[in-house]
């Protein structure tokens, strides 16, 4: 049961804050993405609280005419789990569950920001996130998912972009548990292993009603782990889904799709398709610390440390390492079986390594023919 409690810094393990425990790669983390419904705009931020390592850490990225610029930050967290700035980046939480504001003041890289996330739905809890690999976790950890819109303004290099909560809509989760981070163990998992995962998020915003869904799956295809839910719009309960299928189509040289179709069986009995149309703008998520060859989650760079780097997009090789994991912004057209049908826009996160057979992939990163 989530409480206004979870969306602090505070806890001590995976499950909700009333338990209490350790472990070196204990992690808090926020995250948020946003866009425009014309999908020219994209910006996101993540920030990692890391108590057992006394650390803390953030990125603010904004992906806008074809460069996408990314602010990463870290610092000693000096015990203070309260105290959420890192360097020019700061997180307020102004009602749990329901209002957060992100600050960002880097006039030295020209990135300035102040946007409030207002919930659109309720927090939606995923199911514990649980991965083992030999005797060793390796992923232990509890999430939230919500749906909202944005109010407030982006600056870059003088330019300023408004941003309006009729206009701008986004998800943000906020996560806590153990996972990998940090320096690597010093004692490897024994036997070695072969690193796989295969792992699609799907979050939606229509007018009335936002939809999320995630899964694991296997170098088989077969899910480990899967969620997702329809959220009314203004609060009301959940339609947890059942069961649900992801069908990609993918970009040649690429692990990355240019459309999917998504099924859900839903606990009303709904069946619905929604069928995913993505556009230009994608969002790479190394912005963000996720495989950053320099600015990983979690990493000691000192007592602060502050660092910028802007990507032009069209250059970017998306057979790279470091480039795999990205969201991809969609437009989506939703088919209840009543024959409802909703417009709306959205993301596609995908992470992908290792071999699956659905996709045709053998090796850890060979790519779509």
């Not at 070196?24 to 108590?51: H, Q, T, V």
């Not at 995913?276 to 996720?290: C, D, K, N, V």
């Not at 991809?328 to 699956?356: D, T, Y």
Request: aromatic letters at 12%; one cysteine or more.
């Amino acid at each position: 049961m989530l409480t206004k409690g979870d969306d602090y810094p505070l806890h001590q393990t995976p499950g909700p804050i009333l338990y209490v425990g350790s472990d070196r790669r204990f992690y808090e983390r926020y995250f948020f993405n946003g866009y425009s419904k014309d999908l020219d705009l994209f910006f996101a931020l993540g920030m990692g609280i890391y108590p057992a390592a006394n650390l803390i850490d953030a990125s603010f990225c904004v992906s806008v005419a074809g460069v996408q610029h990314n602010v990463h930050a870290s610092r000693v967290l000096d015990f203070e789990r309260l105290d959420t700035r890192a360097g020019p980046i700061r997180l307020e939480i102004v009602e749990p569950l329901e209002t957060l504001r992100f600050v960002v003041e880097d006039p030295e890289h020209g990135i300035r920001a102040d946007l409030v996330f207002r919930a659109r739905v309720r927090a939606l809890e995923e199911p514990r996130q649980l991965m083992r690999q030999g005797g060793r976790t390796v992923m232990d950890c509890t999430r939230l998912t919500q749906h909202g819109s944005y109010s407030g303004w982006i600056e870059i290099a003088g330019r300023r972009i408004e941003v309006a909560p009729e206009r701008c809509f986004g998800t943000r989760d906020r996560s806590w548990g153990v996972r990998i981070l940090g320096a690597p163990d010093a004692q490897p998992i024994l036997p070695a292993f072969e690193f796989q995962t295969y792992f699609l998020w799907v979050q939606l915003n229509f007018e009335d009603l936002a939809v999320s869904y995630g899964t694991f799956e296997d170098a088989q295809g077969k899910p480990w782990m899967s969620h997702g839910a329809l959220l009314p719009v203004g609060g009301g309960e959940p339609v947890h889904v059942q069961s649900g299928k992801v069908t990609r189509r993918l970009r040649r040289g690429t692990r990355h799709a240019t459309s999917a179709a998504v099924e859900l069986l839903c606990e009303d009995g709904r069946r619905v398709e929604i069928a995913l149309e993505f556009q230009p703008l994608q969002f790479y998520m190394m912005g963000l610390g996720y495989f950053h060859p320099d600015w990983g989650h979690g990493v000691y760079k000192g007592p602060a440390a502050l660092g910028y780097e802007a990507l032009e997009l069209s250059g970017i090789n998306e057979s790279d390492f470091q480039f795999n994991h990205v969201e991809a912004c969609c437009k989506a057209r939703m088919v209840e079986s009543n024959g409802k049908v909703r417009e709306g826009v959205g993301i596609m996160e995908q992470l992908i390594f290792g071999p699956h057979a659905p996709s045709g992939f053998k090796d850890f990163l060979d790519v779509a023919g």
